[in-house]
Protein backbone atom coordinates (compact mmCIF):
# COMPACT_ATOMS: atom_id res chain seq x y z
CA UNK A 1 0.00 0.00 0.00
CA UNK A 2 2.96 2.67 0.76
CA UNK A 3 4.85 1.01 -2.21
CA UNK A 4 4.85 4.82 -4.15
CA UNK A 5 6.29 6.48 -1.02
CA UNK A 6 9.15 3.61 -0.21
CA UNK A 7 10.11 4.49 -4.16
CA UNK A 8 9.98 8.48 -3.30
CA UNK A 9 12.34 7.62 0.08
CA UNK A 10 14.48 5.73 -2.17
CA UNK A 11 14.56 8.41 -4.61
CA UNK A 12 15.43 11.34 -1.79
CA UNK A 13 18.43 8.87 -0.83
CA UNK A 14 20.16 10.29 -3.70
CA UNK A 15 22.46 9.44 -6.61
CA UNK A 16 25.96 9.52 -6.94
CA UNK A 17 26.15 11.51 -10.16
CA UNK A 18 23.44 13.35 -9.56
CA UNK A 19 23.01 14.60 -6.06
CA UNK A 20 26.59 13.36 -4.51
CA UNK A 21 25.87 15.78 -1.03
CA UNK A 22 22.89 13.98 -0.39
CA UNK A 23 24.71 10.50 -1.48
CA UNK A 24 27.45 11.32 0.67
CA UNK A 25 25.94 11.75 3.82
CA UNK A 26 23.70 8.93 3.87
CA UNK A 27 27.30 6.72 2.41
CA UNK A 28 28.39 8.24 5.99
CA UNK A 29 25.34 7.57 7.87
CA UNK A 30 25.13 4.21 6.90
CA UNK A 31 29.26 3.84 7.51
CA UNK A 32 28.54 5.04 10.88
CA UNK A 33 25.52 2.76 11.52
CA UNK A 34 27.91 -0.28 9.98
CA UNK A 35 30.84 -0.01 11.85
CA UNK A 36 28.92 0.78 15.38
CA UNK A 37 27.15 -2.61 15.02
CA UNK A 38 30.24 -4.76 13.97
CA UNK A 39 31.68 -2.91 16.88
CA UNK A 40 29.06 -3.98 19.25
CA UNK A 41 28.50 -7.95 17.93
CA UNK A 42 32.84 -8.28 18.04
CA UNK A 43 32.67 -6.78 21.80
CA UNK A 44 29.82 -9.23 22.34
CA UNK A 45 31.07 -12.01 21.09
CA UNK A 46 34.76 -11.55 23.03
CA UNK A 47 32.21 -10.92 25.86
CA UNK A 48 30.69 -13.81 25.80
CA UNK A 49 33.39 -15.99 24.51
CA UNK A 50 35.56 -15.48 27.57
CA UNK A 51 32.49 -15.87 30.00
CA UNK A 52 31.17 -19.60 28.66
CA UNK A 53 35.23 -20.48 28.48
CA UNK A 54 35.08 -19.75 32.23
CA UNK A 55 31.79 -20.97 33.06
CA UNK A 56 32.87 -24.33 31.26
CA UNK A 57 36.36 -24.28 33.41
CA UNK A 58 34.47 -23.71 36.77
CA UNK A 59 31.65 -26.53 35.58
CA UNK A 60 34.48 -29.06 34.87
CA UNK A 61 36.15 -28.27 38.20
CA UNK A 62 33.54 -28.75 40.86
CA UNK A 63 29.91 -30.03 41.10
CA UNK A 64 26.21 -28.33 39.75
CA UNK A 65 24.68 -28.61 42.98
CA UNK A 66 26.52 -29.59 46.33
CA UNK A 67 24.36 -31.06 49.54
CA UNK A 68 26.09 -30.73 52.20
CA UNK A 69 25.52 -31.41 55.95
CA UNK A 70 27.57 -29.87 59.27
CA UNK A 71 29.84 -30.17 56.88
CA UNK A 72 29.31 -33.53 56.06
CA UNK A 73 26.41 -36.16 55.62
CA UNK A 74 26.45 -40.09 57.11
CA UNK A 75 23.68 -41.59 55.44
CA UNK A 76 24.75 -40.08 52.03
CA UNK A 77 24.56 -43.23 50.19
CA UNK A 78 20.35 -43.51 50.98
CA UNK A 79 19.97 -39.86 50.25
CA UNK A 80 21.79 -40.05 47.05
CA UNK A 81 19.34 -42.64 46.17
CA UNK A 82 16.41 -41.08 46.95
CA UNK A 83 17.25 -38.03 44.59
CA UNK A 84 18.69 -40.06 41.71
CA UNK A 85 15.03 -41.86 41.93
CA UNK A 86 13.23 -37.95 41.95
CA UNK A 87 15.12 -36.21 39.57
CA UNK A 88 15.77 -37.69 36.18
CA UNK A 89 17.49 -34.49 35.68
CA UNK A 90 20.97 -35.73 36.98
CA UNK A 91 23.69 -36.90 34.96
CA UNK A 92 26.14 -37.97 37.70
CA UNK A 93 26.19 -38.15 40.94
CA UNK A 94 28.99 -39.05 43.80
CA UNK A 95 30.38 -38.16 47.31
CA UNK A 96 33.49 -36.04 47.85
CA UNK A 97 34.81 -34.57 51.31
CA UNK A 98 36.91 -31.62 51.47
CA UNK A 99 39.58 -29.62 53.83
CA UNK A 100 42.21 -27.03 53.76
CA UNK A 101 45.75 -28.48 54.37
CA UNK A 102 49.74 -27.54 53.39
CA UNK A 103 50.91 -28.88 50.91
CA UNK A 104 55.10 -29.35 51.72
CA UNK A 105 57.61 -30.74 49.24
CA UNK A 106 61.54 -31.43 49.73
CA UNK A 107 61.76 -27.68 48.81
CA UNK A 108 58.40 -26.03 49.43
CA UNK A 109 55.13 -25.39 51.47
CA UNK A 110 52.14 -23.80 50.62
CA UNK A 111 48.74 -23.94 51.77
CA UNK A 112 45.56 -25.46 49.78
CA UNK A 113 42.61 -27.82 49.55
CA UNK A 114 42.82 -31.39 49.75
CA UNK A 115 39.37 -32.92 48.41
CA UNK A 116 38.84 -36.67 48.11
CA UNK A 117 36.51 -37.79 45.36
CA UNK A 118 34.37 -41.00 44.68
CA UNK A 119 31.59 -40.31 41.38
CA UNK A 120 30.65 -42.81 38.98
CA UNK A 121 32.76 -40.68 36.36
CA UNK A 122 35.04 -39.27 38.05
CA UNK A 123 38.29 -41.23 36.26
CA UNK A 124 36.26 -39.46 33.00
CA UNK A 125 36.08 -35.92 34.23
CA UNK A 126 39.29 -35.02 35.89
CA UNK A 127 40.96 -36.99 32.65
CA UNK A 128 39.26 -34.84 30.93
CA UNK A 129 41.77 -32.10 32.38
CA UNK A 130 44.77 -34.25 32.94
CA UNK A 131 47.80 -32.03 31.76
CA UNK A 132 50.31 -34.93 32.65
CA UNK A 133 49.93 -38.50 34.24
CA UNK A 134 46.81 -40.02 35.18
CA UNK A 135 43.91 -39.77 37.01
CA UNK A 136 44.11 -42.78 39.15
CA UNK A 137 43.73 -41.68 42.77
CA UNK A 138 43.00 -45.05 44.34
CA UNK A 139 47.26 -45.10 43.70
CA UNK A 140 48.04 -41.27 45.00
CA UNK A 141 47.25 -37.57 44.19
CA UNK A 142 46.24 -35.67 41.45
CA UNK A 143 47.39 -32.03 42.04
CA UNK A 144 46.77 -28.60 40.19
CA UNK A 145 49.58 -27.35 37.64
CA UNK A 146 50.17 -24.17 39.62
CA UNK A 147 50.21 -25.91 42.44
CA UNK A 148 52.99 -28.43 41.34
CA UNK A 149 54.51 -25.13 40.03
CA UNK A 150 54.66 -23.64 43.40
CA UNK A 151 56.11 -27.11 45.01
CA UNK A 152 58.73 -27.86 42.11
CA UNK A 153 57.72 -30.82 41.73
CA UNK A 154 55.99 -33.44 38.74
CA UNK A 155 54.70 -37.15 38.19
CA UNK A 156 56.75 -39.69 40.15
CA UNK A 157 57.55 -37.42 42.95
CA UNK A 158 55.89 -37.71 46.43
CA UNK A 159 54.57 -34.74 48.32
CA UNK A 160 53.17 -34.57 52.05
CA UNK A 161 50.33 -33.47 53.17
CA UNK A 162 49.77 -31.86 56.48
CA UNK A 163 45.98 -31.32 58.17
CA UNK A 164 44.25 -31.03 61.60
CA UNK A 165 44.96 -29.91 64.82
CA UNK A 166 47.19 -32.01 66.00
CA UNK A 167 48.31 -31.76 62.54
CA UNK A 168 48.38 -34.95 60.68
CA UNK A 169 51.41 -35.96 58.20
CA UNK A 170 50.34 -38.46 55.11
CA UNK A 171 52.74 -38.67 52.43
CA UNK A 172 51.82 -39.58 48.83
CA UNK A 173 52.47 -40.09 45.27
CA UNK A 174 52.12 -37.76 42.46
CA UNK A 175 50.22 -39.33 39.88
CA UNK A 176 48.99 -36.85 37.92
CA UNK A 177 49.02 -32.85 36.84
CA UNK A 178 45.54 -31.30 36.49
CA UNK A 179 44.57 -28.14 34.84
CA UNK A 180 41.43 -26.60 35.08
CA UNK A 181 42.32 -23.75 33.88
CA UNK A 182 40.77 -21.47 36.88
CA UNK A 183 44.02 -19.81 38.79
CA UNK A 184 42.92 -20.38 42.18
CA UNK A 185 41.36 -23.65 41.43
CA UNK A 186 45.10 -24.78 39.94
CA UNK A 187 47.38 -22.97 42.40
CA UNK A 188 45.49 -24.93 45.29
CA UNK A 189 43.99 -27.94 44.87
CA UNK A 190 44.70 -31.77 45.30
CA UNK A 191 42.53 -34.97 44.59
CA UNK A 192 42.83 -38.20 46.25
CA UNK A 193 40.31 -41.16 46.49
CA UNK A 194 37.42 -40.59 48.99
CA UNK A 195 38.10 -43.86 50.73
CA UNK A 196 42.12 -42.47 51.05
CA UNK A 197 40.72 -39.49 52.92
CA UNK A 198 37.84 -41.01 55.31
CA UNK A 199 40.94 -43.49 56.00
CA UNK A 200 43.72 -41.08 56.44
CA UNK A 201 41.70 -37.88 57.97
CA UNK A 202 38.37 -38.85 59.05
CA UNK A 203 39.36 -41.87 61.22
CA UNK A 204 37.73 -44.28 58.47
CA UNK A 205 33.88 -42.62 59.54
CA UNK A 206 31.95 -42.69 56.64
CA UNK A 207 31.74 -38.84 56.16
CA UNK A 208 31.00 -37.15 52.77
CA UNK A 209 29.13 -34.50 50.74
CA UNK A 210 27.17 -34.83 47.61
CA UNK A 211 27.83 -33.71 44.44
CA UNK A 212 25.33 -33.80 41.51
CA UNK A 213 25.81 -32.69 37.70
CA UNK A 214 22.61 -32.24 36.14
CA UNK A 215 21.75 -31.88 32.34
CA UNK A 216 20.75 -28.50 31.78
CA UNK A 217 23.48 -27.52 34.30
CA UNK A 218 22.17 -23.54 33.99
CA UNK A 219 18.81 -24.25 35.55
CA UNK A 220 20.79 -25.54 38.47
CA UNK A 221 19.09 -23.05 40.82
CA UNK A 222 15.67 -24.05 40.15
CA UNK A 223 16.96 -27.86 40.72
CA UNK A 224 18.49 -27.45 44.08
CA UNK A 225 15.04 -25.48 45.05
CA UNK A 226 13.32 -28.39 44.08
CA UNK A 227 15.89 -30.73 45.96
CA UNK A 228 15.96 -28.93 48.96
CA UNK A 229 12.05 -29.75 49.22
CA UNK A 230 12.97 -33.57 49.86
CA UNK A 231 16.12 -33.57 51.60
CA UNK A 232 16.68 -33.81 55.38
CA UNK A 233 16.12 -30.48 57.51
CA UNK A 234 20.13 -30.82 58.39
CA UNK A 235 21.04 -30.97 54.49
CA UNK A 236 21.42 -27.72 52.83
CA UNK A 237 22.24 -27.02 49.03
CA UNK A 238 24.50 -24.89 46.84
CA UNK A 239 24.73 -24.50 43.33
CA UNK A 240 27.67 -23.42 40.87
CA UNK A 241 26.52 -20.11 40.26
CA UNK A 242 25.59 -19.23 44.15
CA UNK A 243 29.40 -20.20 44.34
CA UNK A 244 30.62 -17.65 41.63
CA UNK A 245 27.99 -14.96 42.14
CA UNK A 246 30.50 -12.47 42.66
CA UNK A 247 32.82 -13.29 39.88
CA UNK A 248 29.66 -13.53 37.04
CA UNK A 249 28.59 -10.39 38.50
CA UNK A 250 31.41 -8.48 37.50
CA UNK A 251 31.39 -10.45 34.11
CA UNK A 252 27.88 -9.45 33.75
CA UNK A 253 28.55 -5.68 34.87
CA UNK A 254 31.42 -5.35 32.71
CA UNK A 255 29.53 -6.68 29.69
CA UNK A 256 26.73 -3.95 30.21
CA UNK A 257 29.43 -1.60 30.55
CA UNK A 258 30.93 -2.43 27.01
CA UNK A 259 27.64 -2.68 25.45
CA UNK A 260 26.42 1.02 27.16
CA UNK A 261 29.68 2.46 25.59
CA UNK A 262 29.07 1.16 22.02
CA UNK A 263 25.38 1.79 21.73
CA UNK A 264 26.57 5.28 22.31
CA UNK A 265 28.64 4.83 18.87
CA UNK A 266 25.41 3.97 17.20
CA UNK A 267 23.32 6.75 19.20
CA UNK A 268 25.84 8.82 17.26
CA UNK A 269 25.20 7.67 13.79
CA UNK A 270 21.58 7.83 14.60
CA UNK A 271 22.37 11.81 15.00
CA UNK A 272 24.16 11.15 11.81
CA UNK A 273 20.81 9.79 10.15
CA UNK A 274 18.87 12.84 11.58
CA UNK A 275 21.38 15.10 10.26
CA UNK A 276 21.41 13.98 6.62
CA UNK A 277 17.75 13.83 6.44
CA UNK A 278 17.13 17.27 8.01
CA UNK A 279 19.81 18.12 4.65
CA UNK A 280 17.15 16.34 2.44
CA UNK A 281 14.31 18.16 3.85
CA UNK A 282 15.74 21.60 2.79
CA UNK A 283 16.95 20.61 -0.37
CA UNK A 284 14.04 18.67 -1.36
CA UNK A 285 11.09 21.66 -0.49
CA UNK A 286 10.38 22.15 -3.81
CA UNK A 287 9.87 18.10 -4.38
CA UNK A 288 7.66 18.18 -1.53
CA UNK A 289 6.07 21.22 -2.17
CA UNK A 290 4.89 19.23 -5.65
CA UNK A 291 3.96 16.50 -3.47
CA UNK A 292 1.64 18.10 -1.68
CA UNK A 293 -0.06 20.01 -4.23
CA UNK A 294 -0.66 16.69 -6.08
CA UNK A 295 -2.20 15.22 -2.80
CA UNK A 296 0.43 13.96 -0.88
CA UNK A 297 -1.01 14.52 3.29
CA UNK A 298 1.30 15.51 5.51
CA UNK A 299 1.18 12.15 6.96
CA UNK A 300 2.28 10.35 3.75
CA UNK A 301 5.17 13.61 3.64
CA UNK A 302 6.42 12.15 7.11
CA UNK A 303 6.54 8.69 6.06
CA UNK A 304 8.27 9.45 3.34
CA UNK A 305 11.39 10.72 5.32
CA UNK A 306 10.50 8.13 7.99
CA UNK A 307 10.91 5.25 5.20
CA UNK A 308 14.42 6.99 3.98
CA UNK A 309 15.53 6.78 7.77
CA UNK A 310 14.96 3.32 8.04
CA UNK A 311 16.28 2.33 4.97
CA UNK A 312 19.72 3.85 5.97
CA UNK A 313 19.70 2.64 9.36
CA UNK A 314 18.39 -0.79 7.49
CA UNK A 315 21.75 -1.02 5.47
CA UNK A 316 23.57 0.03 7.67
CA UNK A 317 22.57 -3.41 9.92
CA UNK A 318 23.00 -5.39 7.71
CA UNK A 319 26.34 -4.48 6.11
CA UNK A 320 27.08 -4.54 10.23
CA UNK A 321 25.85 -7.63 10.92
CA UNK A 322 28.04 -9.02 7.64
CA UNK A 323 31.26 -7.29 8.56
CA UNK A 324 30.91 -8.16 12.79
CA UNK A 325 30.07 -11.85 11.60
CA UNK A 326 32.74 -12.30 9.08
CA UNK A 327 34.79 -11.17 11.48
CA UNK A 328 34.15 -13.45 14.28
CA UNK A 329 34.00 -16.33 11.50
CA UNK A 330 37.44 -15.45 10.68
CA UNK A 331 39.28 -15.17 13.98
CA UNK A 332 37.32 -18.01 15.17
CA UNK A 333 37.57 -20.31 12.72
CA UNK A 334 41.34 -19.62 11.75
CA UNK A 335 42.42 -18.27 15.60
CA UNK A 336 43.95 -15.28 14.22
CA UNK A 337 44.37 -13.74 17.32
CA UNK A 338 46.84 -15.53 19.74
CA UNK A 339 46.74 -14.87 23.61
CA UNK A 340 49.28 -15.32 26.23
CA UNK A 341 48.46 -19.15 27.63
CA UNK A 342 50.20 -17.99 30.93
CA UNK A 343 47.86 -15.15 31.66
CA UNK A 344 44.57 -16.98 29.73
CA UNK A 345 44.95 -20.55 30.04
CA UNK A 346 43.49 -20.37 26.44
CA UNK A 347 45.47 -19.90 23.18
CA UNK A 348 43.19 -17.67 20.99
CA UNK A 349 40.55 -15.58 21.33
CA UNK A 350 37.39 -17.11 22.08
CA UNK A 351 34.36 -15.56 19.89
CA UNK A 352 30.38 -16.35 20.43
CA UNK A 353 27.97 -14.45 19.28
CA UNK A 354 24.42 -15.80 19.97
CA UNK A 355 20.91 -14.98 18.26
CA UNK A 356 19.50 -13.28 21.28
CA UNK A 357 22.29 -10.73 21.34
CA UNK A 358 22.14 -10.80 17.07
CA UNK A 359 18.08 -9.67 17.79
CA UNK A 360 18.81 -6.92 20.60
CA UNK A 361 21.06 -5.51 18.00
CA UNK A 362 18.63 -5.16 15.32
CA UNK A 363 15.79 -4.17 17.52
CA UNK A 364 17.83 -1.13 19.14
CA UNK A 365 19.39 -0.43 15.99
CA UNK A 366 16.23 0.03 14.13
CA UNK A 367 14.30 1.68 17.32
CA UNK A 368 17.57 4.56 17.23
CA UNK A 369 17.16 5.06 13.49
CA UNK A 370 13.45 5.58 13.86
CA UNK A 371 13.53 7.84 16.55
CA UNK A 372 16.09 9.66 14.61
CA UNK A 373 13.75 10.10 11.64
CA UNK A 374 10.87 11.23 13.54
CA UNK A 375 11.96 15.37 13.64
CA UNK A 376 13.06 15.69 9.97
CA UNK A 377 9.71 13.60 8.80
CA UNK A 378 7.58 16.25 11.00
CA UNK A 379 9.45 19.52 9.68
CA UNK A 380 9.21 17.59 6.45
CA UNK A 381 5.66 18.05 6.98
CA UNK A 382 4.94 20.68 8.54
CA UNK A 383 5.94 22.86 5.46
CA UNK A 384 3.15 24.41 2.99
CA UNK A 385 2.69 23.84 -0.16
CA UNK A 386 2.91 27.37 -1.47
CA UNK A 387 5.72 28.44 0.42
CA UNK A 388 7.60 25.11 -0.46
CA UNK A 389 6.99 25.35 -4.46
CA UNK A 390 7.99 28.87 -4.34
CA UNK A 391 11.76 28.31 -2.45
CA UNK A 392 14.47 27.93 -4.79
Same mark, same amino acid.
Given at each position: ?5 F???K ?21 ? %?T???A? $??I ?7 ? #? ?38 ? #????? @? ?10 K ?13 ? &? ?6 ? %? ?15 Q ?18 F ?34 D???G ?5 I ?6 F????? %??K ?12 ? #????R??? $???A ?24 ? &? ?38 R ?25 ? @? ?9 E ?15 ? #?????? @? ?17
Open positions: MDGHLFLAKFLGKRHQESFIWFITLISIIG %ILGVS $LMTLGVMNGF #TNDLKSKIIGASPNIIVEGSPYIFNYHEIANNLKKNFPEI #TDIGY @FTQTQVIYRSSYMIGGDLKGISYQN &SSEEIGRF %IKKGSANLKNGIVIGSLAKQLGVSVGDTITVVSGPPIQISYKIVGIIEYGVYNVDVSLGLISLSNFQQFLNEKLAAGIKVKDYNSNK %IAKMSKVLPPYCRTT #TWIQNKV $LFSLALEKKAMILILAIIILIASFNIAS &SLMMTVYRKIKEIGVLKTIGLTSWEIRKVFIYQGLIIGIGLIFGLILGGAVIYVVKQYKIVKLPQ @FIYNISYLPLISVKDIIIICIAVILM #TLLASL @FPAYKAGKMEPAIAIRYE
